[in-house]
């Protein structure tokens, strides 16, 4: 069974620096889709960044950028120039092989301090 | 280019009453899933429509339902509800279904009494 681990529970960074969330998965498929949301508290569910298995390039979505280690089973979201409004709790996804069946982490939560 | 759209956003039921739930995906997105979050479970898949007939299903109760409609508008619903179904419930479009981007809505939060 896929499964996606967040180990950090809580993260804080000073704000204009860039902060690492780590995200590790496990599947035995050879395609799947990697995905990172923000959840601020009011729930929406605001999509960041998507990687495929098959993309041989890390993805980049203006602050966001997803460290992307296939060898390693690992899709860590670095968000450089850290701003106040990206205090939020973070999650990582995968999507199964067929349809749209999302697989989440536990969650991190992000502060940014001023 | 409008969002996904989920209503209501707030809802309170008490125990036994059923609920349904809407979303509209994004225009011309012909794939959407539901899914459940909750503080102790997190985020898990309910079920998933794709051109009007269910693609996928998560481990639920055959109390949670959904359809999916011509024109892609979704709902779910959930019968004889209980206490341990509040939560907030997230609906999520994708343009084709096995890869690409999936957007949510800002979910509908469920609190049965």
């Known amino acids: 069974a896929q499964k996606i681990t967040q180990t950090q529970p809580g993260m804080f960074v000073q704000e204009k620096e860039a902060v690492t969330l780590d995200c590790t998965y496990d599947?035995?498929?050879?395609?799947?889709?990697l995905f990172w949301y923000k959840q601020p508290s009011s729930g929406e569910m605001i999509f960041l960044i998507y990687?495929?298995?098959?993309?041989?390039q890390n993805a980049t979505e203006g602050r966001y950028s997803l460290n992307f280690q296939k060898a390693r089973k690992s899709a860590n979201l670095v968000i450089s120039a850290s701003q106040l409004g990206d205090s939020a709790m973070y999650f990582c996804?995968?999507?199964?092989?067929?349809?749209?069946?999302?697989?989440f982490g536990a969650g991190t939560i992000l502060r940014v301090k001023s | 280019k409008a969002g996904v759209t989920q209503t209501p956003r707030y809802l309170i039921k008490t125990r036994g009453q059923q609920v349904t739930l809407s979303c509209s995906p994004i225009?011309?997105?012909?794939?959407v899933s539901w899914y459940q979050q909750t503080p102790g479970q997190g985020l898990q898949f309910l079920f998933e429509?794709?051109?009007?007939?269910?693609?996928n299903k998560g481990n639920f109760p055959g109390r949670f339902s959904g359809r999916q409609f011509s024109n892609s508008r979704s709902e779910m619903n959930v019968s004889t509800l209980e206490l341990g179904d509040s939560a907030l419930y997230l609906c999520?479009?994708?343009?084709?279904?096995?890869?690409?981007?999936?957007?949510f809505g800002e979910g509908s939060r469920l609190t049965v009494l």
């Open positions: 999520a479009s994708s343009l084709r279904g096995d890869t690409g981007e999936l957007f």
């Open positions: 599947t035995s498929d050879q395609s799947y889709g």
């Open positions: 990687q495929g298995s098959y993309d041989e």
């Open positions: 996804a995968m999507r199964e092989k067929y349809g749209n069946k999302l697989v």
């Open positions: 225009s011309g997105h012909r794939s």
């Open positions: 429509y794709f051109s009007e007939t269910q693609r």
